[in-house]
């Protein structure tokens, strides 16, 4: 057996490391202005959506194709969730440097980490698969969230166990920011897909075809 022909176990890791790599890239260099980290976002998890089921094509045209389509949206989305980030750590900073720990500040931000997570975690391969308004798309996160619920709460803590994994020490470091986010995007598109199938199969549900040089459907 050839390990290095196009068929063999080797060959396929090593282009899909590759793959991942250059899109963890794309993803970072498009990220830099930090506005624009949510249309890369939105743009990577349109490559990872397609990589789920090994139908990604050339990685540089998909992403900047969906970077493009989104970086309005894309961008006001990953605004949103970077000051969701900031209100839960300004919350317990609060609690940590207030008289008595406040409980209340406590309580407030596990709270605010349950919805945020559960209203975040599918928006932005939800916008990546589907043309609709951001208030819509969170709505449409949350609701997934809670009726996957149990498989929800195990994507997050496999979430939460691959970035414990890349600060492990300096040699994972180096390899989480080699392909970190890009690892997370694809294990949060493979529950995903999964679950947007099933749902477009249902009775009722409304999946107009993709416009025109588009990739999305609308729901």
């Known amino acids: 057996m050839n390990f290095f022909s196009v068929d063999s176990p080797i060959y396929r890791f090593l282009t899909r490391f590759w793959d991942m790599v250059k899109l963890n890239f794309l993803w970072l260099i498009c990220s830099l202005p930090i506005v624009t980290m949510g249309a890369a976002t939105v743009a990577a998890y349109s490559v990872t959506l397609k990589m789920v089921d090994e139908n990604e094509g050339y990685i540089a045209k998909a992403f900047f194709k969906a970077f493009k389509e ?26 940590n440097v207030l008289d008595n720990n406040p409980v209340i500040f406590l309580i407030l931000g596990i709270l605010a980490i349950f919805v945020f997570t559960l209203s975040l975690i599918y928006a932005f391969p939800l916008m990546a698969r589907y043309h609709n308004s951001i208030p819509k798309t969170m709505k449409n996160s949350y609701d997934i969230s809670v ?32 392909i970190g986010p890009a690892c997370i995007f694809l294990t949060v598109s493979g529950f995903a897909i999964r679950f947007f199938r099933e749902i477009e199969k249902e009775p009722g549900a409304v999946i107009n075809e993709p416009d025109s040089g588009s990739d999305k459907t609308k729901k």
């Open 70 to 95: 989104n970086l309005k949206q894309g961008s006001i989305l990953g605004i949103i969730s970077i000051i969701a980030v900031y209100a839960v750590w300004l919350d317990f900073q609060l609690f």
């Open 147 to 178: 009726r996957y619920f149990l498989r929800t709460i195990f994507l997050a803590l496999l979430i939460v166990f691959e970035l414990a994994i890349c600060m492990w020490n300096s040699i994972t470091i180096f390899v989480g920011i080699l």
